[in-house]
């Protein structure tokens, strides 16, 4: 059974640098899309972008200036750096899967249970 | 960006009841349209994708329509366990994908 699990900081300085890696486990990273998702508390998710095996990334334009995603399939990891961080940047961290579906769709359909991070000095 | 506005924000019903969340698109987004549920603390959980697909694993009660702007989830019974949010989201080629508000489930 595949489970994605993320592990992060809990707290950064603002100004820092948010930096949250997803590991991948009971299966293959192979033929999937791994993506970034956040929540702020009380707000609905926002999507902050995607990597593919090929190294080819997408970012929401929102955030595109101060993210940067990386892939490690030796070790079935990929990871999520937020520069400049702020307090709006305070959120729980998502990792997921993106798998086709069929007629142009695709859809998250593993998620990991999120990483809480806090951006306070 | 594709707007995605779903209702109601939150909602309270008894267990059996029938509820109904919507999500209307900004523009025409064909059956690109997945839900999902989402609890504190437990990884968020795909239900329906392509509007109206009931992912493997996933109760009947769940169930989803909808095509082009206007699309319509459904619990036919809610049970205790049914206790969430509830977000739409779309895929499109053209970025980035963005969800719906969320609508909040109490009993």
């Known amino acids: 059974q595949v489970q994605l699990q993320e592990s992060g900081p809990g707290l950064v300085k603002p100004s820092d640098t948010l930096s949250v890696t997803c590991s991948v486990s009971?299966?293959?990273?192979?033929?999937?899309?791994w993506n970034w998702i956040r929540q702020p508390a009380g707000k609905g998710l926002e999507w902050i972008g995607r990597i593919y095996l090929s190294g080819v990334t997408n970012y929401n334009a929102s955030l595109k200036s101060r993210v940067t995603m990386s892939l490690d399939t030796s070790n079935n990891q990929f990871s999520l750096k937020l520069t400049s961080v702020t307090a709006a940047d305070t959120a729980v961290y998502y990792c997921a899967r993106e798998r086709y579906t069929y007629g142009g769709n695709w859809c998250f359909d593993l998620w990991g249970r999120g990483t809480p991070v806090t951006v306070s000095s | 960006d594709i707007q995605m506005t779903q209702s109601p924000s939150s909602l309270s019903a008894s267990v059996g009841d029938r509820v109904t969340i919507t999500c209307q698109a900004s523009q025409d987004i064909r059956n690109y349209l997945n839900w999902y549920q989402i609890k504190p603390g437990k990884a968020p959980k795909l239900l329906i994708y392509a509007a109206s697909n009931l992912e493997t694993g996933v109760p009947s009660r769940f169930s989803g329509s909808g095509y082009g702007t206007d699309f319509v989830f459904t619990i036919s019974s809610l049970q205790p366990e049914d206790i969430a949010t509830y977000s739409c989201q779309h895929y499109d080629d053209d970025l980035p994908l963005t969800f719906g508000g969320g609508t909040k489930v109490e009993i």
């Open positions: 009971g299966g293959s990273m192979d033929p999937y899309a």
